[in-house]
């Protein structure tokens, strides 16, 4: 909890080059956070870098609640002129995202499947087209829909752990990606 009037700190990474030799560690910048219940945000007013990190557990599937949230977000710091790039990384241990809520294609009324279908769409169009510089800090397993939100943005990069895995498995089992 921050007290009124106060900003948060985040903590930014060492400076390359001579001054990360000379300053050993972190330094704490002030920043302003939001959040909603799937996706916590953190933007860093002097680098003008924000960090989304997804907070679904178990898996961080995308549903569509977390899309919505997703697309908010995005939005938001689309909006904030201090805001130049983001970074998308999980709060999940061990995933990144596991990729479409499967709960949302089964079971619902059509009305249902065309906004989620729509909330899928949007997601990957507003994070293609996004004028930031965005980037995947894949910290985890990325199947399926988790690998699609990795690959739309402009640099990836994954922790080298063997047991994470990345991947279109719907390739695997013969289902055509949407057009778009």
């Avoid at 907070?55 to 919505?68: E, Q, R």
Wanted: hydrophobic residues 40%.
């Amino acid at each position: 909890s921050v007290p009124p009037g106060m900003l948060p700190l985040c903590r930014q990474p060492p400076a390359w080059g001579r001054a990360a030799r000379q300053s050993p560690g972190h330094l704490l910048t002030p920043c302003r956070a939001f959040s909603n219940n799937k996706i916590l945000v953190e933007l860093d007013e002097s680098s003008g870098v924000a960090m989304m990190k997804f907070k679904s557990p178990p898996v961080n599937s995308l549903s569509l609640d977390f899309l919505t949230e997703f697309c908010i977000s995005l939005e938001k710091l689309e909006n904030d002129r201090s805001c130049r790039g983001v970074i998308l990384t999980s709060a999940v241990p061990k995933i990144f995202s596991s990729g479409l809520d499967i709960t949302e294609m089964c079971g619902k009324n059509t009305e249902h499947y065309a906004e989620f279908w729509r909330a899928v769409q949007e997601t990957w169009l507003r994070l293609y087209s996004s004028n930031m510089v965005t980037v995947a800090a894949i910290n985890g397993s990325s199947p399926a829909g988790g690998c699609l939100l990795a690959l739309t943005c402009d640099y990836r990069i994954m922790v080298e752990n063997p047991k994470f895995i990345i991947g279109l498995n719907e390739a695997q089992l013969g289902i055509v990606a949407p057009f778009w």
